[in-house]
């Protein structure tokens, strides 16, 4: 029987929402959000919210840099966690911030470092602390982006190797990776790879 000294609790359809939206989310809402609005596959959204403190340290990051959460998803999975494992390291514990995690994807997304140089980054960051963008500045490793530059320099590793050019007029398509190869080689891996292929194919026309 209903105690007649309580009066009875009426609560409105607002009232459940707000409360529904107080409840902090659970693994299985968020890894449904995470494939859903995100766009992550089952597998990344899986392992990110298989560790509540990986969550909060890849929704951290997203908070700072929203616009391309699968690439933070493959840089966190496939880079981050793998040096935290070789070290022995609690995400928690990351040398790495979220802040200066989302500030080397930006690095990247906008074009400033290629993906190769952005591993070096990622390395000297775990490693000192420094920030993604006082790297890049102190060691120089813009992407090279300027057209003229890189026609330059795939003019001169083409004088360079004439047998690799006639082989591929010949219908040798392998060789323009060797190519590519080459001119990375003479940027230090700073070239724009996808300028550099276009380049390379404009040239051998």
Request: no cysteine; glycine share 4%; charged share 30%.
């Given at each position: 029987?209903?105690?007649?000294?309580?009066?009875?609790?009426?609560?409105?359809?607002?009232?459940?929402?707000?409360?529904?939206?107080?409840?902090?989310?659970?693994?299985?809402?968020?890894y449904?959000?995470?494939?859903?609005?995100?766009?992550?596959?089952?597998y990344?959204a899986?392992?990110?919210?298989?560790d509540?403190?990986?969550?909060?340290?890849?929704?951290?990051?997203?908070?700072?840099?929203?616009?391309?959460?699968?690439?933070?998803?493959?840089?966190?999975?496939?880079?981050?966690?793998?040096?935290?494992?070789?070290?022995?390291?609690?995400?928690?514990?990351?040398?790495?911030?979220?802040?200066?995690?989302?500030?080397?994807?930006?690095?990247?997304?906008?074009?400033?470092?290629?993906?190769?140089?952005?591993?070096?980054?990622?390395?000297?960051?775990?490693?000192?602390?420094?920030?993604?963008?006082?790297?890049?500045?102190?060691?120089?490793?813009?992407?090279?982006?300027?057209?003229?530059?890189?026609r330059?320099?795939?003019?001169?590793?083409?004088?360079?190797?004439?047998?690799?050019?006639?082989?591929?007029?010949?219908?040798?398509?392998?060789?323009?990776?060797?190519?590519?190869?080459?001119?990375?080689?003479?940027?230090?891996?700073?070239?724009?790879?996808?300028?550099?292929?276009?380049?390379?194919?404009?040239?051998?026309a």
């Amino acid at each position: 029987f209903p105690d007649p000294d309580l009066l009875p609790i009426v609560l409105k359809d607002q009232d459940i929402e707000n409360i529904k939206k107080s409840l902090p989310e659970l693994p299985d809402q968020k890894y449904h959000r995470y494939v859903e609005t995100l766009n992550l596959p089952p597998y990344d959204a899986e392992v990110l919210t298989s560790d509540k403190n990986l969550a909060i340290y890849f929704e951290q990051v997203i908070s700072i840099f929203p616009q391309n959460p699968k690439i933070v998803s493959n840089w966190i999975l496939n880079e981050l966690l793998g040096k935290l494992n070789d070290k022995g390291i609690d995400i928690e514990n990351s040398p790495i911030t979220p802040q200066s995690f989302a500030e080397l994807i930006s690095l990247i997304v906008d074009g400033t470092i290629s993906g190769k140089i952005a591993k070096e980054v990622f390395d000297i960051a775990f490693e000192t602390g420094k920030s993604p963008k006082q790297i890049v500045e102190e060691k120089g490793l813009k992407q090279i982006s300027n057209e003229d530059e890189i026609r330059n320099i795939v003019k001169s590793v083409l004088e360079k190797h004439p047998a690799e050019v006639e082989k591929y007029k010949s219908g040798n398509e392998k060789i323009l990776g060797f190519l590519v190869g080459q001119v990375m080689k003479e940027t230090k891996g700073k070239a724009n790879p996808q300028l550099v292929n276009k380049i390379l194919r404009e040239e051998l026309a």
